[in-house]
């Protein structure tokens, strides 16, 4: 073979090795830098969890994530109902609260295997990213138990 056609594969070799060590460097560092871009972790909020007990011994603002007609049957009391698939009309209700009075906020749905309340926070700690925003644990089923 002749040498300048060894020296191009070799050069060409060398390029791809280059290329994979800088995405695996991106990659890396990526992770480590931001771990809410983990695919595994996307509902995961375990720093934001918090029981009955605890969420009732802050003044929050709580936030009903449910369907509005079990809103309508039930709620925390001066909860503001900010259901997934409804109008936006609780979000700004709830962003105007806490603006005119920043304080811990608590948000629930149905019960422990629930998913909207998490979805919302994710949604809700983009556009308020300052507050204190929890999830709590066992949702309104929790709620009732412990108020029975």
């Keep these: 073979m002749n040498t300048s056609i060894i020296k191009a594969r070799c050069s060409v070799i060398q390029e791809f090795i280059t290329i994979g060590v800088l995405v695996a460097v991106g990659v890396t560092y990526t992770l480590i830098q931001s771990p809410e871009s983990r695919p595994w972790s996307k509902l995961h909020i375990l720093q934001g969890v918090l029981s009955v007990e605890k969420a009732v011994t802050l003044e929050a603002i709580w936030v009903d994530v449910r369907e509005r007609s079990a809103y309508n049957k039930n709620h925390v009391d001066e909860a503001i109902s900010c259901p997934i698939n409804g109008p936006d009309s609780g979000i700004i209700e709830l962003i105007e609260a806490w603006l ?25 700690r983009a556009d308020l990213p300052e507050a204190e925003i929890y999830y709590l644990k066992g949702g309104w089923a929790q709620w009732q138990a412990f108020n029975t």
């Design 100 to 124: 005119s009075s920043p304080r811990p906020i608590v948000v629930y749905c149905d019960d422990s295997t629930c998913t909207k309340s998490r979805w919302f926070i994710k949604q809700l």
